[in-house]
């Protein structure tokens, strides 16, 4: 919740002082014109009234009954309402845009799109940056339709575009390209799921990664556990060039690759029903997983079923011990590292990191 608001509490004095008492409230609006109630009777006013309520004004204008209340000028009252949509409906609205010329050029060109085909496609506009295209991305998620990229390029407006959506995050809002790709493999391979490819395009890949950069720095063999840690998810710029790296994002898995990993395994619960993206989107930012459950649910959503430590680690070093065929294709696209070295470390850290955002969420 937005630190801005407090709580307030509206009813009976007693009620209003008891849960003042408790400081469990800063406001009360006193319900003071109901006599009837036992916690009226007798008792005295709360100390943080705000409002008492305490005649009420029958058939109003030959219209309606409205109540009138004391206003004791404590709290400044509101009196407008900011009509400038939240970020979730700004959202909201550009990736519907994105939706509707979308079916738009399928109807026009004969594609046949349906539902998942459109939102796969929709991402794959959003991922179409040189990060997220070529031999790799072209294997794990499929070829871009340029000409369909080319049709939104021309229809899009100002703040419709690809570099003006940006998605929640726990420091503002980030660009959706990283988060795009993810999906967009997903949806690739929604008839046959296949797990490994499914990580190697997140936070496995992300893992993997910063231990290819973590080798090719030149002081990789000061690189200590705590190091590791604090470059997985990093936002110190300062703490990165001292290890070599030009800042925080070049580890290959900054705050923003592993914010967007978390959000793809989760997302990615939803995507392969017949719905929207634009709803999914809206759904997902806007309710309970991601503001509550963020965290458990992408700990589950990576097959690791008990949410302890050692758990996390296992299910990393699945990918860190470079065992698997997929795991060294991807090293060889993306740069390999030393198993002896940094496995352990790789896998710990990951965990460490996982579960101390896990106890925060649970906090």
Known sequence: MNTDYKVG???????????????????????????????????????????????????????????????????????????????????YNQMKNLYDLTDEYSEKNNKGWNI????????????????????????????????????????????MRREDIKVPSEYGEMEITHLAASISSLLYRFIVFDQELNDLTGWAGDLLQLGGKIEKIKRKHLCSDIDVYRLIGCTEDDFAQSLWFKDAEDTGFGWVDLEQDIDAVNIAGLIMGELEIYKIFAAYYGGQIYN?????????????????????????????????????????????????????????QFAKKIMNMYEKENR
């Not at 085909?117 to 040189?130: C, F, G, Q, S, T």
Request: charged share 25%; glycine share 6%.
């Open 116 to 159: 998942i085909e459109k939102n796969k496609n929709i991402m794959d506009y959003l991922r179409n940056v040189p990060s997220y295209v070529g031999s790799f991305w072209d294997w794990v998620a499929g070829d871009v339709d340029q000409d369909y990229i080319a049709f939104l390029d021309s229809r899009l407006t100002d703040g």
């Open 292 to 348: 509550n459950y963020r965290i458990s649910s992408f700990i589950k959503g990576i097959g690791v079923d008990t949410i302890v430590e050692n758990k996390i680690k296992e299910k990393a070093q699945e990918y860190t011990d470079l065992n698997k065929a997929t795991v060294l294709a991807f090293c060889a696209v993306f740069g390999t590292f030393s198993k002896e070295d940094f496995s352990e470390k790789l896998s710990s």
């Open 9 to 91: 509490i509206y009813g009976p004095r007693l009620v209003c002082t008891e849960v003042s008492n408790a400081k469990l409230s800063v406001s009360s609006f006193v319900a003071d014109m109901s006599s009837g109630y036992s916690c009226n009777i007798g008792q005295k006013m709360p100390s943080n009234w705000c409002y008492d309520q305490y005649c009420e004004i029958s058939n109003f204008n030959n219209d309606f009954d409205i109540d009138k209340v004391t206003y004791n000028g404590k709290i400044e009252a509101a009196d407008h309402i900011r009509e400038e949509s939240s970020n979730i409906e700004k959202l």
